[in-house]
């Protein structure tokens, strides 16, 4: 019997990207949607459009905290313009 595998969440695809784009020593992607019901941006489902980043990675040593953030955009852009409404990042 064949058995196939849900679709991964956004959450899971993000973080799938950045760890394929940022080689992460810590990174946890959460969906924060639910707590946005309501909110600009808000989509009804409480799922899909509110995000936060913690994340660590070797290619942000010495990089201003702006350079940091612009390449945790860079690498979700296609979420973003998929419709992700709002992502907090966290660099550790």
């Known amino acids: 019997m064949e058995t196939t595998m849900p679709p991964l ?3 899971q695809q993000m973080h ?3 760890t394929q784009r940022l080689a992460p020593t810590a990174l946890e992607v959460l969906d924060e949607s639910a707590a ?3 909110h ?3 989509n009804g489902t409480g ?3 509110h995000f936060r980043v913690r994340i660590s990675s070797p290619l942000f040593t010495g990089k201003p905290r702006v350079s940091q953030h612009r390449l945790v955009y860079d690498a ?3 979420f973003i313009d998929q419709g992700v409404h ?3 990042i966290e660099v550790l």
Do not use: D, K, R, Y
Request: aromatic share 4%; glycine share 14%; hydrophobic share 55%.
């Open 40 to 42: 600009a941006g808000a």
């Open 36 to 38: 946005h019901a309501g």
């Open 76 to 78: 979700l852009q296609e």
């Open 9 to 11: 969440s956004i959450a």
């Open 86 to 88: 709002a992502l907090a």
């Open 47 to 49: 799922f899909g459009t």
């Open 16 to 18: 799938q990207v950045l």
